[in-house]
């Protein structure tokens, strides 16, 4: 995926929005983690995503 770096921050939000997007039409797994585990663990991925997004050593061609 190739996005602006300031679409980066629009990422994990939208993961969020399909999470709950996921519960509200009741389309879970039983098995599925609590939806506010997930997002907790978005809250914590966003840093670090950000931080892969940034590092040119991970850019391929694009």
Same mark, same amino acid.
């Given at each position: 995926?190739?996005?602006?770096?300031?679409?980066?921050?629009?990422?994990?939000?939208?993961?969020? %929005? &399909?999470?709950?997007?996921? &519960?509200?039409? #009741?389309?879970?797994?039983?098995?599925?983690?609590?939806?506010?585990?997930?997002?907790?663990?978005?809250?914590?991925?966003?840093?670090? &995503?950000?931080? %892969?997004? %940034? #590092?040119?050593?991970?850019?391929?061609?694009?």
């Amino acid at each position: 995926m190739t996005l602006a770096p300031d679409q980066w921050t629009a990422i994990t939000p939208t993961v969020g %929005a &399909f999470v709950d997007f996921l &519960f509200d039409q #009741d389309l879970t797994d039983r098995l599925c983690a609590d939806q506010q585990l997930l997002h907790a663990a978005l809250d914590k991925l966003a840093a670090p &995503f950000a931080d %892969a997004m %940034a #590092d040119e050593s991970r850019y391929g061609i694009a």
